[in-house]
């Protein structure tokens, strides 16, 4: 069964930097991309980042140039930097996973999520 697991979540000033951490368990041998969403109070959940199986990568435009998304050599955790943050930033952060080659923007995609991290950002 695949589990995700994140971490790295808190309190930080605009400006500042956080970097979140998602180990994925469970998935064998398959090929996968990981992702990075979140959600607002009273909002809906938002696509923030994702990394396919071979490396590529797509952000949101809110993100684009402040948060830089990786895996580990094993590619089994993922990791986001996020840089330059804004109190609008705030949000719970959820890690997905998919199956298979591509990227994709959509929540109905993955059908694995972690519990979610706070972030928030002071201003």
């Known amino acids: 069964q695949v589990q995700l697991a994140e971490s790295g979540g808190g309190l930080v000033q605009a400006g500042g930097s956080l970097r979140l951490s998602c180990a994925a368990s469970?998935?064998?041998?398959?090929?996968?991309?990981m992702g990075w969403f979140r959600q607002a109070p009273g909002k809906e959940r938002e696509f923030v980042a994702a990394?396919?199986?071979?490396?590529?990568?797509y952000y949101a435009d809110s993100v684009k140039g402040r948060f830089t998304i990786f895996r580990s050599n094993a590619k089994s955790t993922v990791h986001l930097q996020m840089a330059s943050l804004k109190p609008e930033d705030t949000a719970v952060y959820y890690c997905a996973l998919r199956w298979g080659y591509g990227l994709d923007a959509s929540t109905t995609e993955y059908p694995y999520w972690g519990q979610g991290t706070q972030v928030t950002v002071s201003s």
């Open positions: 990394v396919s199986w071979s490396g590529s990568i």
């Open positions: 469970g998935t064998t041998s398959s090929s996968y991309a």
